[in-house]
């Protein structure tokens, strides 16, 4: 089955930019997207279609692709930025959604 | 604004069959697509299936034999039923509008809160 990779943690002091990458084989044909979940809470997208950002979504958060590999990119995190953020997409015919790991977010 | 709240039973016993609707305020179902999504505590999202409003399905591979989803237009309402459940299905169900006010149809932009389920 396909899947998407995430790291499981990424760690960065207030202020500075935090980097998520997520790979899969179909990302080349296929959008990718990223949630932020907090504890209790849904999931919330951030950013779509690679580098889309939704209404209300802060401009810190910005979206990139490059082959295999999508990413997402927090500038200036904040201490509210403390989250798990998952990537997801679709497999090469489109047809299944497939979410990625998640990556833990710890602002230090 | 549009929201999605998911009722259900929060307690299923093994073998059975969990069933979850999800109620869509603000705005009609018709010519949108939804989907059920789910989260074990502490662990990941995983994708159960797509309901299209014309009644197509896609289904999670892993999930396909055990998985029926509805949709009832006149209730504003679409359904998700899981058979033969176990341990393993005990999760967060979340409903969810699939992204193609976004442009992105495959995406999902307007989630239900979750309700929890377990099996036992």
């Known amino acids: 089955s396909y899947e998407l990779t995430q790291p499981p943690s990424v760690s960065v002091s207030p202020g500075q930019t935090a980097r998520i990458t997520c790979s899969g084989d179909?990302?080349?044909?296929?959008?990718g997207h990223w949630y932020q979940q907090k504890p209790g809470q849904a999931p919330v997208v951030v950013i779509y279609k690679d580098s889309e950002r939704p209404a209300g979504i802060p401009e810190r958060f910005s979206g990139s692709s490059s082959g295999t590999t999508v990413m997402l990119t927090i500038s200036g995190v904040q201490a509210e930025d403390e989250a798990d953020y998952y990537c997801?997409?679709?497999?090469?015919?489109?047809?299944?959604?497939?979410f990625g790991g998640g990556t833990k977010l710890t602002v230090l | 604004q549009v929201q999605l709240q998911e009722s259900g039973p929060g307690l299923v016993k093994p073998s059975e069959t969990l069933s979850l609707t999800c109620t869509v305020s603000g705005d009609s179902i018709s010519g949108l697509h939804w989907s059920w999504i789910r989260q074990p505590a502490g662990k990941g999202l995983e994708w159960i299936g797509r309901i299209y409003i014309s009644g197509r399905t896609n289904y999670n591979p892993a999930l396909n034999s055990r998985v029926t989803m509805s949709v009832d237009t006149s209730k504003n309402q679409f359904s998700l039923k899981l058979s033969s459940v176990t341990a393993a299905d005990t999760a967060v169900y979340y409903c969810a509008r699939d992204g193609i006010v976004l442009g992105a149809p495959d995406a999902f932009d307007i989630w239900g809160q979750g309700t929890m389920v377990t099996v036992s």
């Open positions: 179909a990302l080349p044909k296929q959008n």
């Open positions: 997801q997409s679709a497999d090469s015919t489109g047809t299944y959604v497939v």
